[in-house]
């Protein structure tokens, strides 16, 4: 299993990001996808997550109105849109992949939000 997460950056605060993560060697359209971030000295928390089964959403509380995950099954990737970024929003992201009792995830791009 593969996962490869692009288009993180440095972006100013009020500003976009869209995150992307091709998926490889799984059934995807079969594994709920999440997003998780990492901040600085804090724990890892899922930020978003999208059902293989119904396309069901959901998000932690912080990032509701502001984040949009979607995928897209025909080609293996999920996306997360992120708007009105805010300083706290700083952290590695990583793309997760669940399902059948195991978990993966790629190696993290970094999101930094910053003026």
């Known amino acids: 299993v593969e996962l490869v997460e692009s288009g993180g950056g440095l972006v100013q605060p009020g500003g976009s990001l869209r995150l992307s993560c091709e998926a490889s060697?799984?059934?995807?359209?079969?594994?709920?996808m999440m997003w998780d971030r990492q901040a600085p000295g804090k724990v890892r928390e899922v930020v978003a997550s999208i059902s293989g089964v119904d396309g069901t959403t959901d998000y932690t509380d912080s990032v509701k109105g502001r984040f949009t995950i979607v995928r897209d099954n025909a080609k293996a990737r999920v996306y997360l849109q992120m708007n009105s970024l805010k300083s706290e929003d700083t952290a590695v992201y990583y793309c997760?992949?669940?399902?059948?009792?195991?978990?993966?995830w790629g190696q993290g791009t970094q999101v930094t939000v910053s003026s």
């Open positions: 060697r799984l059934p995807f359209s079969t594994y709920t």
């Open positions: 997760h992949a669940r399902g059948y009792g195991n978990s993966f």
